[in-house]
């Protein structure tokens, strides 16, 4: 069952690099991981990736498989044709660091940027009384393992380095989307991340959801009811004055 | 070394797991000048990975249960080898920590009442653990992550210490590289806490990660500390088996909470066959009776299933050496034919996924494949279970680097808890600490060439081993003498390999330049390997009894009368080689004591 793996793996750093190729031996039910293991430990010890998991829980080991951004330790062997070579690429949208490691700071940026879950005046300190069914939505958007694979695929950013100063990426998104939707959450930041944060940069094509590894409807679930809620307080200016509705319609 | 970057802290926190962020926050609450290093980035530690929950007795569903409860199933889960202050603080203060999670934006799983929900766990009396999932720790870890960020707290990430400073007898800092640049940099901080996690990257059958290689246990020992119950290694019964890729990989505890059963090749739920002595009055032995459990805890016992691990990962083994084991070697968990397809999506979806994509396993409709892996160590650095400090004076410890909470054996759930639980205290006395003096300690700058002297050693070699080479032979090293199962006669031998592979690596070579280079990084873990492989291995030897996560089949009774009253401690000799010592284990008061006994 094993065979002979033909790898084309990007190796270099910010002032250039180039597709390599590596031949290792894989066996049955491997990863990609697997496989850039191998060339680290008989190939080239010094092939930078990183990695935790191996189990796609820890959102480390993000790079470009074939061009398609993807999780390699959840990428299997079996779903590509043994007789062709397999192409790893780092991650595009963010600056390499070396191989297949990139300096994914923007994202902790964007994410301290985030205003902090700030409990409501009626329940002010833990434990909280919420009901299943009201977390739930923020639940959804709480699975992200910060692979940044989204982030990566968005157009807004991906060859746009100007636009990321003002666009936190979808993300991002959904934590704003998660905070707003926590049922025990006091601050608005709606107008926020619609303003500066870019939401309105976000045309809804949808490809930060078909690259997520932990199948968070993104868009459909965070990104649009995002864009509504947006588009009702801005209209509604009544509703700034409310404390924000608990019960959201679906 | 004056060019090398320098930072000036009141406490260091080495580890941005569940316990370094929790004593960063309370560093930082404290008043302290705070900053947390970690060698991945923020928010993927290990923490990251715990799937089935924390345990707290907040009695959201049981109300019968609280502290005293959950005191009495840590201590016997542990054959009752933990220090019992430690257990007492735990049971105690976890509550608390919990909702001060939700405080900061954590969102559990609930009850029907709208309350945190607790799920079952082996060797917890009731339902205890609240958890989001089987993705428990993810939530956690994001959590401290957000509120650490939010507080302003510096951290550094991707950056690895090497070696703890001293001035005198006491902590002045400590010395590292950047991962990415291979660059060195120096902490000068007063108070230093480890929360570095475990050693399992050095048996091959594992569910650890590369980043467990004992770096604060081998730290914690260089620098004059002593490290308690290292002959327990927790072997998890149920690992992924198959594919051979993915052998090792957890399979979470939570799906025997939630129902799951082991079966054998027979499609016999062996686990009946199991019970041993010390919890047969707590443990059903008909399947009738095990099964009304789940239901109602108060008028059954619970199933064998859910004995603690040590129990569970024996009888695996003992099966599969009776050749009832599953094609690939392992035993079968079974929840497909006990629960429906949407109840196991909707609370274990991580497993789900992690067997549909890695194993092609669909486990609404077929049984896993599973066996033990390698998993926590409940050995660790010795530590004053008040205020989490070691023997050294400003080196203080908290999660799984620290030892004595959890004796012979680690209850599910009581890792979580104990990183919240001793993180905080360990920040806040580290903060303590540090205000306290009336000096600050100085950095010895000769003790910083040595360190970048050992650190670029490697590069010198020119042909010396491969790094990859020499940590694939120690992996199995300690897979086979080391394991679950020991004997004098292995445990010998892999003393003496253990020291042949310490002089082989003397001599390593590595590739390429200092630029995040995983093969010089490699090379300066498994000096930490080697000498806490070294201190397992030793203490394994010593203990001639068998408890809890130490099983030496030429000692197979459990010895009350003598090593029931002791632990040993590892400490570092003066000729760099580990020692071992007995220690009287310390007795609770009489009103604790006396939770302990039968009937309680
Ligand atoms: C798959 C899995 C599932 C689990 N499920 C559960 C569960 O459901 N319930 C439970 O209670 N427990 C569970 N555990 C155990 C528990 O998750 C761990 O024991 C716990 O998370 C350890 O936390 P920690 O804070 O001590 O260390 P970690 O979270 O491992 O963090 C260690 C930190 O130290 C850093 N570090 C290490 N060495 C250095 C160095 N030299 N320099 C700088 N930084 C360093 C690392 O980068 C990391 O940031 C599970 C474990 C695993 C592997
Ligand atoms: S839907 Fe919006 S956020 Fe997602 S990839 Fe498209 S533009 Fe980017
Ligand atoms: S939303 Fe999905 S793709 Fe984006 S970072 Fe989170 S897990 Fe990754
Ligand atoms: S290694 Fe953790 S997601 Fe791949």
Redesign the pocket.
Known sequence: MGYDLKLKIWRGDSSGGQLVDYTVPVDEGEVVLDAVHHVQAMRSGDLSCRWN?K?G?CGSCSAEINGRPRLMCMTRLSDFDPAEPITITPMRAFPVIKDLVTDVGFNYVKAAEVPAFTPTAEQPQAPFRMAQVDVERSQEFRKCIECFLCQDTCHVVRDHEENKPAFSGPRFFIRYAELDMHPNDALDRKKLVQEERGLGMCNITKCCTEVCPEHIKITDNGIIPMKERVVDVKYDPIRFFRRKPKAETR | MSDTERHQYDVIV????????RAAIAAHDAGARTAV????LLG????????????AAMGNLWPEDNWKVHFRDTMRGGKLLNHWRMAELHAKEAPERVWELEQWGALFDRTADGLISQRDFGGHRYAR?A?VGDR??LEM?RTLQQRTVALGIDVFME????HLLKDGGAMSGAF?YWRETGRFIVFEAPSVVL????I?KSWKVT???W???G??HA?ALRAGAGLINMEFVQFHPTGMVWPPSVRG??V???VRGDGGVLKNSDGERFMFNYIPEFFKAETADTIEEADRWYEDKKNNRRPPELLPRDEVARAINSEIKAGRGSPHGGVFLDIASRRTPEYIQKRLPSMYHQFKELAQVDITKDPMEIGPTC??VMGGVEVDPDSAQSTVPGLFA????AGGMHGAN?L????????LVF?KRAGEHAATYASGLAARPAVDEAELERASEENLAPFDNEDGENPYTVHQELQQVMQNLVGIIRNEEELSSAIKEIDSLRHRIANLTVEGHRQYNPGWNLAI?LR?MLLVSEAVAKAAFERKESRGGHTRDDFPMTDYAYWGKRNLICELSSTGEVGTREQSLPEPPPELAELLEEGH
């Open positions: 998991c189990a829980k | 080495v580890g941005a797991g569940g316990a370094g962020l290093i970690c060698k991945s993927k530690a290990h923490t990251v990975m715990a799937e089935g929950g924390i345990a653990l958890h428990t720790g870890i950056c690895t210490i090497t590292g929360a570095t996690g475990g399992g569910s650890n990660s980043e467990y290689t770096d604060g730290l990989i957890l979470t505890e939570s998993h926590y908290a999660g799984e680097v680690r599910g759930g009581n890792s979580l808890g104990d990183l993180g873990d930490n």
